[in-house]
């Protein structure tokens, strides 16, 4: 059985202000393009189809058309990640049924498997750890603790079919390596999930991190099929094309099409715009950093004259301290509750106290059920 695994899409999303729903409409083209050609059974979608719950009209009519496109030649499961709105993307799912598209957002629905051949397929949406606590009799709110529930009905079922096992999953499992663009999901620190949760599957299709990643031979993430941080500059994107025959697993990584390349530059203006070593940066999208004593006048325009993708520019005199680094500098990589925490402690002079963090966790937990909920 032939698998193109896929994830992340997130449509309706831009790249620092620029529109990327050519680029993520090229990706469909080579998408229905490779199933054609590859004679791909199934594809798997393992969430964050959209970057948020309320998407853009131009990038639901896109899914769409994927969708449709890729039932005319294959079957299609697919879940919902961290950005989607289970009820909007879940919204018709007999009716696609029906039509080979098996999109699955309701945790009720994990451990009853879609049959690919003689293949179960395990959908398991994203699963919000304190909305699955209560309806599973959970003790702890954790993503682990979801999962290994998740995967508890899972092997009970696959025990009785006795069949191979697929299984879809959006989480973060330990051992992958994040970038800047995808959103924090933790819960009070429990984000991670150790890989022995997925023990014993034929193959784990997982969604989140943006880069392509072998957590081992049989737990795989495809990544994003676009870059949508500098952070991801020398990511590989595109798909794994996997072939299940009993318990042999093969897989072999798809490249995408990339619109433009990134690039990041350093130094100061007059070097840069002089240097002709840089020629193959000009057609690319480039996040630049000024090291000149003073900030140039213009600066971004003399850039652009040369390096006309110019998307980000910063300031980082040579020998500044800490206190020119700029906001996402410093609030890069930090959950947003750590930030939280610090600008309480700022306003207030003091840290806060453990009646104040429990406050917070639960502000931001709120805010994901509502998200969650949209």
């Known amino acids: 059985m032939r698998f193109l695994h896929t994830s992340d899409w997130h449509l309706g999303r831009s790249f620092h202000r620029t529109d990327m729903l050519d680029a993520q409409a090229r990706f469909v083209d080579h998408l229905v393009e490779t199933v054609r050609a590859e004679r791909v059974d199934c594809v798997l979608v393992s969430g964050d189809v959209y970057d948020r719950a309320l998407p853009p009209v131009d990038a639901v ?3 769409g058309e994927a969708l449709r496109r890729l039932a005319e030649r294959t079957r299609v499961v697919l879940i919902s990640g961290n950005h989607d709105s289970v009820h909007r993307l879940g919204f018709g799912v007999g009716l696609m049924d029906a039509a080979g598209v098996h999109v699955r957002t309701d945790f009720r629905t994990v451990g009853t498997p879609v049959m690919v051949g003689d293949v179960a397929v395990y ?5 919000e750890p304190e909305l699955v606590r209560e309806p599973w009799g959970l003790t702890e709110r954790s993503h682990t603790a979801a999962l290994t529930e ?3 009905r899972i092997d009970a079922d696959r025990a009785e079919r006795g069949a191979p096992c697929v299984v879809l999953a959006h989480a973060f499992v330990t051992g992958g390596e994040p970038s800047d663009s ?4 933790s819960v009070g620190g429990t984000s991670h999930v150790p890989a022995s949760v997925f023990e014993g599957v034929d193959y784990a299709a997982l969604g989140h991190l943006h880069g392509r990643q072998r957590i081992t031979d049989r737990i795989r993430y495809s990544g994003s099929p676009l870059a949508y941080s500098f952070s991801e500059e020398r990511h590989r994107k595109g798909c794994w094309l996997v072939d299940l025959d009993g318990d042999r697993l093969t897989a072999e990584f798809v490249d995408a099409p990339v ?8 130094g100061r203006l007059e070097d840069l715009l002089a240097d002709p070593a840089l020629a193959d940066h000009e057609d690319r999208w480039l ?4 090291t000149d004593p003073q900030r140039p006048q213009n600066a971004m325009e003399r850039l652009r004259a040369r390096f006309p993708h110019t998307l980000v520019l910063s300031f980082e005199p040579d020998g500044a301290g800490p206190s020119h680094r700029t906001w996402s500098e410093r609030v890069r990589g930090r959950r947003e509750q750590d930030i939280a925490r610090d600008f309480l402690a700022e306003v207030t002079g003091a840290d806060p106290d453990p009646a104040e963090l429990d406050l917070l ?3 931001f937990t709120a805010c994901r059920h509502r998200e969650a909920a949209r």
């Not at 959908?123 to 699963?127: F, W």
């Not at 995808?182 to 999901?185: A, N, Q, Y």
């Not at 996040?287 to 000024?290: G, P």
């Open 150 to 152: 998740a995967m508890r």
């Open 182 to 185: 995808e959103r924090d999901i």
């Open 287 to 290: 996040q630049i950093t000024l």
């Open 123 to 127: 959908p398991i949406p994203y699963l």
């Open 259 to 266: 619109p433009r390349r990134l690039g990041r530059l350093r």
């Open 361 to 363: 966790a639960e502000a």
């Open 61 to 63: 009519r896109l899914c």
